[in-house]
């Protein structure tokens, strides 16, 4: 063996020993005929090997084209032996990449991958654009004529949402308090609501007449966005039930707060008859507000009844002898019966319509329940609400193309979508025909944890956006049931008061002459607790502290407290921030201190009123 | 006679193999006696030998060194290696399995190759 191949040897086996440093340089100083240094060339070149890799085959190829020269074939022969160029090329190109060291194969096979992946992402972009943007929702169902195809068939002179709307207009708006509550006649400041509430007489006349109207009669009207930036578009939302405008709340709350103060002023006047037609009034505007059971109507109906049963319990305790026995019974009778055959509650069923609504509006329809997001859903969404989980880039052109694809991808399909709903739907259902002390809040829980995950919130958008204030809105009945139900043993305490001279010593006594059953706190589904003080009875259920503190109002004021908070035992917080360690006393009602510490900007305010009633 | 490409596939593999087994050979000299030993049947161009040794060489069926002729010019040995010599063992009982079963169908006269050279003893 020479030395140059012992040198080979000893450097590494199967490396040339060679003195060129490039593969060109070796095959330019072999000397080999032209044809066969064009055909090693060519083949070296088509390699695109590593030079290390190329200096040894061109050394190899060399080597055998010499040998075959030095057997006498001439160069012509040796090419047209060698096979096609291009072919070897590819074949040692694959065969000696083989022999390359594990890290770099490993390296190679995972930048394989990820291209491959890559362009396999690229195609799914672009037959997922491609669907995004060519799929058009189906709408099957106009929910909205649907809902108010009864309204529309009830007669003019039984509507009372044309009377309320006219002494809408009337009112004046009341003067502002600030963080204050109202004053109530004989304290500070209240000349100013008496005379602003003189003036709205004839307003509040026209309210009350209009709640003795059988029917609400107000029809349904869309128009979600001002400049719907789909206007041609068949999945735009403001046409849908989310759509629907409800500008009619705003005009009987204010109307039931006026008729609240009104309640005050006519009870001081001793006006039994204003008194108790105002509260009348006030459970009648409650029916008439969710005469279609959109949740947030609801939410307004318990609102403004809420008000009668504060009402209610303030002028009895105000007032006691304000209204005749005929009218005590007459509330407690009213108020037993409060939401008809539902009861207090809230119907989530247009709630329910509303999710199908929409997901008609911004899904494909394939025949059998399922369907992927459209485009014009995806920018239909964006406009429904905070887009908080879905990127704002979604408001340029560019980013919607770009970004559409992905996010049908991401948004769970039609049949999905609705499964999901359906799901929550039956929990939040559940927890509504459920009282509080039985509640799960299982659908609070699993918005909870669809919410907190920003994937599950784009998901389920827009459940995750919807949801959340639904579900919770299952507790507020519960709550006011326990206030309705203070507000009766109340009434029936005054009314035993009346007829036997004493306050009844416990509850049993009342029952059933004067109430119908026992009625049950709400937080543990015991009897509501009913104490005889010197001062009265006191009604009071243990509140969210969920321990029963004597009828002692919570040392923090009256212990409202969140909704998240409602069953939370010890931890309970009020509205405050602070524990709730105390009672809910309904009765007596617990009025805040009236400071009447205002802002410059209040105070103002006020005094522009004092001056325009002086 | 030209075997197919799908056969030689096959084929070149343990035919080199083979004939490395009677000791190290260069790449024009396989080329040679490829074509010779085999009566032109195995004759294979260098377009495709050469992608070949590279690949046994990769597999360590076969391993490579530079060494320096009389003639004082470079050439590349290939040499079975004992991981080749027992794939070419279990290669040879298969193509002789299939030689047999080819002969008892009749596709091959007079029972499997006999020949006396390298090849032959390779498939026989």
């Not at chain 1, 997922?128 to 007669?155: C, M, S």
């Amino acid at each position: 063996m020479s030395s140059a191949a012992e040198q080979a040897d000893a450097s590494g086996r199967g490396k040339a020993p060679v003195a060129a440093r490039t593969a060109d340089e070796l095959l330019t100083s072999a000397g080999l005929p032209e044809a066969l240094e064009h055909l090693v060339g060519s083949v070296l070149k088509r390699t695109r090997l590593w030079p290390r890799e190329r200096l040894d085959v061109a050394a190899e190829l060399i080597s055998h084209f010499q040998e075959g020269l030095e057997a006498d074939a001439d160069a012509d022969t040796l090419a047209e032996s060698f096979g096609d160029a291009r072919r070897a090329a590819r074949l040692i190109r694959r065969a000696t990449k083989r022999k390359r060291p594990a890290w770099w194969r490993a390296y190679a096979m995972s930048l394989r991958s990820f291209i491959i992946l890559i362009c396999l992402l690229f195609a799914a972009y672009v037959v997922q654009t491609v669907r995004v943007f060519v799929g058009k929702p189906d709408i099957r169902t106009d929910y909205v004529a649907q809902l108010n195809e009864p309204i529309a068939a009830i007669p003019q002179q039984d509507r009372a949402w044309p009377i309320y709307e006219q002494a809408g207009a009337m009112l004046e708006d009341e003067p502002q308090y600030g963080m204050n509550r109202e004053p109530r006649p004989g304290e500070k400041r209240w000349e100013i609501l008496e005379s602003h509430i003189i003036a709205q007489a004839e307003a509040l006349e026209l309210a009350r007449a209009a709640a003795r109207k059988p029917a609400y009669g107000r029809e349904l009207t869309t128009g979600f966005m001002d400049e719907p930036p789909m206007s041609n578009d068949p999945g735009r939302l403001d046409e849908s039930l989310i759509g629907v405008l409800l500008p009619d709340l705003s005009v009987m709350r204010d109307i039931a707060r006026q008729l609240r103060i009104d309640t005050w002023h006519a009870a001081a006047n001793g006006d039994a008859d204003r008194a108790v037609a105002n509260v009348r009034a006030m459970i009648r505007m409650g029916d008439h507000t969710s005469e279609v059971r959109i949740l947030i109507s609801d939410l307004v109906r318990l609102s403004i009844w809420n008000y009668a049963i504060d009402l209610t319990l303030e002028v009895l305790h105000r007032h006691p002898e304000l209204w005749t026995d005929r009218q005590l019974v007459t509330l407690a009778h009213e108020l037993a019966v409060l939401g008809g055959e539902d009861g207090i509650s809230v119907s989530f069923d247009i709630e329910k319509m509303m999710i199908h609504d929409i997901i008609q509006r911004i899904y494909t329809d394939d025949g059998s329940g399922d369907g992927y997001l459209t485009a014009s859903g995806v920018r239909a969404l964006a406009g429904i609400a905070d887009f908080g989980v879905v990127p704002s880039v979604l408001d340029e052109e560019v980013g919607q193309m770009a970004l559409l694809p992905v996010m049908s991808a991401v948004v769970a399909g039609r049949k999905e979508m609705t499964a999901r709903h359906e799901e929550l739907w039956a929990l939040m259902k559940r927890d509504a025909s459920t009282p509080l002390w039985e509640m799960t809040f299982e659908a609070d829980r699993a918005v909870d944890e669809m919410y907190q995950s920003r994937l599950n919130k784009l998901r389920y958008y827009p459940l995750s956006i919807l949801m959340p204030a639904v579900g919770r809105a299952a507790v507020l009945p519960e709550l006011l049931k326990q206030r309705r139900d203070g507000a009766l043993v109340a009434l029936a305490a005054n009314i035993h008061r009346r007829r036997t001279g004493s306050w009844p010593a416990s509850l049993d006594e009342m029952v059933p002459g004067l109430l119908p059953e026992l009625p049950r706190d709400r937080y543990d589904g015991s009897v509501l607790r009913y104490a005889l003080t010197p001062d009265g009875p006191v009604i009071y259920g243990i509140g969210p502290d969920m321990d029963d503190d004597g009828g002692r109002l919570p040392r923090t004021g009256s212990g409202r407290v969140l909704l998240d908070d409602v069953r939370r035992g010890p931890d309970a917080r009020g509205v405050d921030g602070k524990p709730v360690d105390g009672d809910w006393v309904l009765y007596p009602p617990y009025l805040e201190p009236l400071e009447l510490e205002f802002t410059d900007e209040e105070m103002a305010e006020l005094q522009d009123w004092e001056d325009a009633t002086n | 006679m030209r075997v197919e490409r799908e056969l030689m596939r096959g084929a070149g593999p343990v035919a080199v193999l083979k004939l490395l087994t009677a000791g190290e050979k260069y790449g024009y000299e396989l080329v040679d006696a490829l074509a010779r030993e085999s009566d032109g049947v195995l004759a294979m161009g260098q377009s495709t030998l050469y992608p070949m040794l590279y690949n046994l060489e990769a597999k360590g069926l076969i391993e490579s060194r530079w060494s320096r002729a009389d003639s004082g010019r470079r050439r590349k040995y290939y040499r079975i290696t004992d991981r080749g010599a027992k794939r070419l063992a279990t290669d040879s009982r298969q193509w002789q399995a299939l030689a047999r079963a080819m002969a008892s169908l009749g596709v091959l006269e007079g029972g499997a190759a006999t020949g006396t050279n390298t090849l032959g003893g390779a498939i026989a």
